[in-house]
C-alpha cells in the first residue's frame, strides 16, 4: 500500500540547473496537488491537477511547471533554479468523491538552490 | 483566496492535562471543509481530524475534538489526556466545497512536557 510517492527526498542544485520532481500514487485519485513548505508559512499551492490532462496554477506557480498525462503521475518541473525555491515540496493526492476526503501526502522532498 | 489564521506559533502542554489550539478563517462561502493535520518531525503529514461546514456537530476523534464556530469562523483543536507522542505541529486547512484548493495555516508547534 504505497500511497503518494515522492522521489528524491533530498537534492542539492545549483542556481540555474533544472531538474524534476517525481509523483505517483496508486490511489486512483483524481486530483494532485504540489505544495512548497516553508519556515513559518505553512504550505503554499504551487499547481494543482484534477485530471489526466487538467492542471492550473494555485498561489505560488512562477517558476514551475507541471503536466498530468496518467492519473498516477503528476511531476513538478523546475526551469531555472533560483535560492528561492530552496524548500521542502509536498505532493498530495484525493478523491474526487465525498467533499470531506482529505488528501494524501508524500514524504516530501527538501530541495536546496546553492 | 481564503486566509487561514493560526495565531499561536508554539504552545505547549504537560503530558496528560488537555490543550486547544486556534484556527481562524476567512471566507465568504457558506459550505466548505475544514482539517487538522499533525507534522510530527518524520515530515509526514497526518489527518487528525475533518469538519464539514454544514454539520453543526463537533467532529471528535478519540482524544481529539474540534470546537466548530462557524458564525465566528473558528475552528479549535482540542487534544486531551495529552501524549509525548502529539509533539508536532499542527496545521489548520480550508477547502471550499467546488474547488480542489486547500489552504493552509502557518501551523503551531506543539510541545509535550514529560
Known amino acids: 500500500n504505497a500511497g503518494v510517492t515522492q522521489t528524491p527526498k533530498f537534492q542539492v542544485l545549483k542556481t540555474g540547473q533544472s531538474m524534476t520532481l517525481q509523483c505517483a500514487q496508486d490511489m486512483n485519485h483524481e486530483y494532485m496537488s504540489w505544495y512548497r513548505q516553508d519556515p513559518g508559512m505553512g504550505l503554499r499551492l504551487i499547481h494543482y491537477?484534477?485530471?489526466?490532462?487538467?492542471?492550473d496554477q494555485g498561489e505560488v506557480p512562477n517558476g514551475y511547471n507541471v503536466s498530468r498525462s496518467t492519473t498516477e503521475d503528476f511531476p513538478l518541473r523546475l526551469l531555472s533554479a533560483a535560492p528561492s525555491q530552496t524548500s521542502v515540496y509536498f505532493c498530495a493526492s484525493r478523491t474526487g468523491t465525498g467533499g470531506n476526503q482529505p488528501q494524501h501526502f508524500g514524504d516530501g522532498t527538501r530541495l536546496s538552490i546553492l | 483566496a481564503q486566509t487561514v489564521t493560526q495565531s499561536q506559533p508554539e504552545m505547549s502542554v504537560q503530558e496528560a492535562e488537555t490543550v486547544t489550539l486556534s484556527c481562524t478563517y476567512d471566507t465568504s462561502e457558506s459550505d466548505y471543509y475544514l482539517f487538522w493535520y499533525k507534522q510530527p518531525p518524520s515530515r509526514q503529514m497526518i489527518l487528525v481530524i475533518r469538519?464539514?461546514?454544514?454539520?453543526?456537530q463537533n467532529a471528535t476523534e478519540n482524544r481529539f475534538s474540534v470546537n466548530f464556530q462557524k458564525a465566528a469562523k473558528s475552528f479549535s483543536l482540542k487534544i486531551s489526556d495529552s501524549q509525548l507522542g502529539d509533539a508536532a505541529m499542527y496545521f489548520c486547512a480550508y477547502r471550499s466545497h467546488n474547488f480542489n484548493k486547500f489552504y493552509f495555516g502557518s501551523g503551531t508547534k506543539l510541545n509535550v512536557k514529560p
Open positions: 469538519q464539514e461546514a454544514y454539520k453543526q
Open positions: 491537477s484534477v485530471g489526466a490532462g487538467i492542471t
